[in-house]
């Protein structure tokens, strides 16, 4: 059974740092795009970043280019959001997933992904 998990939310000053974890079981991360999402209460769900370990290509919404960084480790099938400088707007539930298809491409709309995982949530908050 497919499965995605996430990890590593919390409570977090502004300006301060956290790694999210996205753990698979049923299939091998590296062959898919993986994508990070976040939604806010009251919000859309709203694509962050994305990672397509076969290619190499990576995706990062305008918001967090330069603070968020996208990374893979296969040996733990894992892909990890690390998330520098947070500010407050950063707020939400951050969510992992992945496509039916191993050549589906990264991308920022959440209707190219099927599989989700329950999400973590993050706040940043003084």
């Known amino acids: 059974q497919l499965q995605l998990v996430e990890s590593g939310g919390g409570l977090v000053q502004p300006g301060g740092s956290l790694r999210l974890s996205c753990t698979a079981s049923g299939f091998i991360l590296n062959k898919y795009a993986i994508g990070w999402f976040r939604q806010a209460p009251g919000k859309e769900r709203e694509g962050v970043s994305c990672?397509?370990?076969?290619?190499?290509?990576?995706y990062y919404a305008n918001s967090v280019k330069g603070r968020f960084t996208i990374s893979s480790d296969n040996a733990r099938n894992t892909v990890y959001l690390e998330m520098n400088n947070l500010k407050s707007e950063d707020t939400g539930v951050y969510y992992c997933?992945?496509?039916?298809?191993?050549?589906?491409?990264?991308?920022?709309?959440?209707?190219?992904?099927?599989?989700w995982g329950r999400g973590t949530q993050v706040t940043v908050s003084s």
């Open positions: 997933a992945a496509p039916s298809a191993v050549q589906a491409l990264c991308s920022p709309s959440k209707e190219v992904f099927e599989y």
């Open positions: 990672l397509r370990s076969s290619d190499g290509s990576r």
